[in-house]
């Protein structure tokens, strides 16, 4: 019902922006048709799983076509096409919720319109906002479908909304299907960042944010959203999600660097069903970093969490936290309740002594939990889980080889020590590697 109220809106728009087919045609053929062709490889080892030395090879196709204005409108498309090469029995697996998938999806189909500072969009599209984003790491970009309106009108000041009723998420089994290897359908089922990688049953999704600069240097940010009608597989009571964020963001360039500081908070509340799981937890981060000096980079960040609650970031697999490792991401141990965790990370780029594009990343990750005295989230009470890790990264642009080539590799691995009762049971290790091409171009222009 959604769906069709939003397509009449949809068709009286544009029916009513359509007079004179000579411009019309001329919005079309003057569209923008952007191409990217990547391929993945990963080699998963896990040794707290039964199947822990896994991999798997994919390749992707990604074509976006958007329409030149036409009396404000404009007609976006966005299509995702992806296939897992002959993967083994046990990668289908493990991998069935991030890489294993077949198929093709439109992920992109939207009405734009816009007017002075106002742009609006009605239907599928991708999402990025502080407490509502999809995440485009895996074989398919994730993404919602609603509306969202954008205005810049107020200086330095960008103000942000939507309402999304359906989502997409990476694979057909992380959308809730038992059958695996497919490409993901829109269904009203998201993801709730930090719950696992399994979607839930919603029916809205509301958020709002503000984005002010007016402060030379510093970006404030605060934000707002909510999930409502969240119900587990088989639970009979559903659940209302409330998402907070605020952050401060200062950046002071120099001759020779730029220095800033970043302070953030998150915070989510869940009512009904989800009461009782103790999801009501707070973070706060502090991120200090330097950049752009003589190629090199540097940053520490710490998150901490609260006691006895655990943390739900968003909807969708987009929001982060400071203290997030590549590869396996915020989700794993830094939402967790009573978990403190530091990170350093080192970069240069290449650039600085004239190999343009080439550049190299270093992440040390260390992470203490303070066991909660009542199960809270993903912990049992008297549980918790210390956690050390690294990862590498190399990633090279090569434009001055053909325009739009990219290659990246990384190598992330962490250990987790399990405690019950302050006694250590096991200490087990995960270790992840990617390898990554892709190449970007554009047909029509």
Do not use: C
Not at 17 to 39: C, I, P, Q, V, Y
Not at 45 to 61: C, H, P, Q, V
Not at 212 to 219: A, E, F, G, T, V
Not at 413 to 426: T, W
């Amino acid at each position: 019902m959604k769906l069709t109220k939003l397509s009449l809106i949809a068709a009286v728009a544009l029916t009513t922006s359509s007079f004179g087919a000579d411009t019309l045609a001329e919005a079309f053929t003057n569209g923008k048709l952007s191409t990217t062709l990547k391929a993945t490889y990963t080699d998963y080892t896990d040794e707290r799983a039964k199947s822990y030395n896994e991999n798997i090879f994919g390749m992707g196709l990604e074509i976006g076509y958007v329409t030149d204005p036409f009396y404000g409108f404009r007609l976006g498309l966005t299509a995702q096409a992806w296939g897992s090469i002959s993967p083994e029995d046990n990668a289908r697996v493990v991998s069935s919720r991030e890489w294993y998938a077949n198929g093709f999806s439109l992920s992109e189909a939207y009405l734009g319109y816009t007017i002075g500072g106002t742009d609006i969009k009605v239907g599928r599209q991708y999402v990025v906002s502080p407490v509502v984003a999809g995440n485009y790491t895996r074989a398919f970009k994730e993404a919602f479908e609603g509306v969202s309106i954008k205005n810049t009108d107020i200086a330095d000041t960008e103000l942000f909304a939507g309402w999304f009723y359906k989502f997409q998420g990476r694979t057909n089994n992380a959308m809730g299907s038992k059958e695996q290897g497919r490409a993901p359908t829109f269904k009203d089922r998201v993801i709730l960042g930090g719950m696992g990688n399994l979607t839930l049953q919603f029916d809205n999704i509301y958020t709002a944010s503000v984005t002010n600069k007016s402060i030379d240097n510093l970006k404030l940010t605060a934000a707002y959203g909510r999930v409502d009608g969240v119900q587990r597989d088989g639970a009979v009571k559903d659940s209302d999600v409330d998402l907070y964020f605020a952050e401060a963001s200062y950046t002071q360039p120099f001759d020779a660097l730029k220095f800033g500081f970043d302070f953030n908070y998150k915070g989510s509340r869940a009512d009904g069903a989800l009461k009782s799981e103790n999801w009501d937890g707070n973070m706060f981060g502090f991120r200090v970093r330097m950049s752009d000096f003589y190629g090199f980079s540097a940053s520490y960040a710490y998150t901490t969490m609260s006691d006895n609650n655990a943390l739900i970031f968003g909807a969708g697999n987009g929001p982060a936290s400071y203290t997030i490792i590549p590869i396996f991401g915020p989700f794993q141990w830094t939402g967790r309740a009573g978990m403190d965790t530091h990170k350093l990370m080192f970069g240069y780029d290449f650039g600085a002594i004239g190999v343009k594009g080439l550049s190299a990343n270093l992440h040390l990750v260390k992470a203490e939990q303070d066991a909660p005295n009542k199960a809270a989230g993903a912990t049992k009470a008297n549980e918790h889980m210390d956690v050390k890790g690294y990862s590498v990264g190399l990633g090279y642009k090569a434009d001055s080889l053909v325009k739009g080539l990219a290659f990246n590799a990384v190598y992330t691995e962490v250990e987790r020590e399990n405690f019950k009762s302050g006694v250590l049971q096991n200490s087990p290790r995960t270790q992840e590697f990617w390898l990554q091409a892709s190449y970007k171009f554009n047909l029509l222009n």
